[in-house]
């Protein structure tokens, strides 16, 4: 399988995406909330 040359548009777009991503990730990470329900079992099932 022959290989892709790297563009400059290629990489800018690979760059786009992984931005997208880390972005999207971070942004879950800080803004996470857990559930009452999954605190609750959490504090049920440790003793």
């Given at each position: 399988?022959?290989?892709?040359?790297?563009?400059?548009?290629?990489i800018?777009?690979l760059?786009?995406?992984?931005c997208?991503?880390?972005?999207?990730f971070?942004?879950?990470?800080?803004?996470?909330?857990?559930?009452?329900?999954h605190?609750?079992?959490?504090?049920?099932?440790?003793?």
């Amino acid at each position: 399988m022959p290989t892709e040359k790297l563009t400059s548009k290629r990489i800018i777009q690979l760059i786009t995406v992984l931005c997208i991503f880390l972005s999207a990730f971070l942004y879950r990470t800080c803004h996470y909330t857990p559930s009452v329900q999954h605190v609750e079992a959490t504090k049920n099932t440790v003793k």
